[in-house]
């Protein structure tokens, strides 16, 4: 499991949720739009997630990185050598 990359739950856990919203739209962009705004994304596979009304996510969690020239190549990886360090919550008044 250590060659997948950590942002594949991410990715799925975001595909669940399109998803969820295009089957109840009528198919027009407006409505998924309408759809995907009304969507419950709890529970998910990532955990509790929750959006503001500009639809960035709230919390908003960065995921920190660092890059590491020992580090085994990873094709999964977007830049060889990167090391996942940790997940922090940023402050809101820091993003708006």
Known sequence: MDDIDPSVSNAAQATEILLEAISRSNGTRA?????????????????????????????????IYRIDSGAPRNPHHSVQGEVFQRVIDVPRALIH
């Open 31 to 63: 409505s998924v739009t309408h759809a995907l705004f009304a969507t419950d994304p709890n529970p998910g596979i990532t955990g509790p997630i929750s959006f503001d009304a500009r639809g960035d996510p709230a919390p908003a969690p960065i995921a």
